[in-house]
């Protein structure tokens, strides 16, 4: 079954202490991407990658690292959490920069920092 | 920046009704645009893209204009059933492959 897996779901930890959320796809996309969803803002992209080592900042990249050593995982990196970085956050990917194949999402990752 | 927003942030429709969800986009230059629909506790799905070069394109029962004079997406969704009620966000892509969404407008659908 094609999808995009991210784990943890849930998370809550506290300021300063650094955590990992990672992303894996299973359909071999070049395109892979984090947002955040908070109310009343939307969805906004805080990195991307067109490929393997190659990644992009978005709209709100600040206090976020991502890498991407490997075509199937995108794991978003917050070095030091911040309770401005509470949200909800969701990994895409999608086959190509061509913009010809559908856009998937994981099921998101709700985040709280305290 | 870009700034993608959206008419309603509530449409309530009857069952059985067509519904239509409009989006206004800031930026003349973005080229790519995406519907995306999201259930409560779930990811965005993809419902429907367009590009630039295109006024409308369908789907199963769903159609998306693009008025690039106005700058305006619509997603019209034909008999609308209860499965349909959602939040429904538009995206834009600009010409340096970022994406940006609207807020999103949560749709009822009425039985």
């Known amino acids: 079954e094609a999808q995009v897996t991210q784990n943890p779901r849930y998370l809550i930890t506290v300021t300063g202490k650094k955590l990992t959320v990672t992303c894996s796809q299973n359909?071999?996309?070049?395109?892979m991407s984090w947002y955040r969803q908070d109310p009343g803002l939307g969805l906004r992209q805080i990195y991307y990658?067109?490929?393997?080592?190659?990644?992009d900042k978005g709209d709100v990249p600040e206090g976020y690292k991502v890498s991407r050593k490997e075509k199937r995982n995108f794991p978003l990196i917050l070095e030091s959490p911040s309770p401005n970085q509470t949200s909800l956050y969701f990994c895409?990917?999608?086959?190509?920069?061509?913009?010809?194949?559908?856009?998937?999402f994981g099921q998101g990752t709700r985040l709280t920092v305290v | 920046g870009e700034s993608v927003g959206l008419h309603l942030p509530t449409l309530s429709v009857q069952e059985g009704d067509n519904s239509i969800i409009n989006c206004a986009y800031s930026?003349?230059?973005?080229?790519?645009f995406i519907w995306y629909k999201q259930e409560s506790g779930k990811g965005p799905q993809f419902i429907i893209d367009?590009?630039?070069?295109?006024d409308k394109r369908q789907g199963q029962r769903v159609t998306v204009l693009l008025n690039k004079t106005v700058k305006h997406l619509s997603l019209q969704i034909a008999a609308t059933q209860p499965g349909d009620s959602a939040v429904y966000f538009c995206?834009?892509?600009?010409?340096?492959?970022?994406?940006?969404f609207g807020t999103g407008t949560s749709l009822t659908v009425i039985p």
């Open positions: 990658s067109m490929n393997v080592e190659v990644t």
């Open positions: 995206a834009e892509k600009n010409t340096g492959n970022q994406f940006y």
């Open positions: 930026n003349s230059a973005s080229d790519y």
């Open positions: 895409a990917s999608r086959g190509d920069g061509n913009w010809n194949t559908e856009a998937f």
């Open positions: 367009i590009r630039s070069n295109m």
């Open positions: 359909m071999n996309h070049e395109y």
